[in-house]
């Protein structure tokens, strides 16, 4: 799926996803506290909730 300026995408709960851009580009991700975001699931950690 490629998207144009100003549009978004919603990831439904639980599909794993990986965006790409082939030039620079600004992206907002919103995930829920917690989740891991270092790309790869052997080698994420999870972040402790306090």
């Given at each position: 799926?490629?998207?144009?300026?100003?549009?978004?995408?919603?990831?439904?709960?639980?599909?794993e996803?990986c965006?790409?851009?082939?030039?620079?580009?600004?992206?907002?991700l919103?995930?829920?506290?917690?989740?891991?975001?270092?790309?790869?699931?052997?080698?994420?950690?999870?972040?402790?909730?306090?």
């Open positions: 799926m490629r998207l144009g300026p100003g549009e978004v995408f919603v990831v439904p709960k639980g599909v996803h965006p790409v851009a082939e030039e620079e580009a600004h992206l907002l919103i995930e829920p506290m917690g989740t891991p975001n270092t790309g790869g699931r052997a080698t994420a950690q999870q972040q402790r909730v306090v």
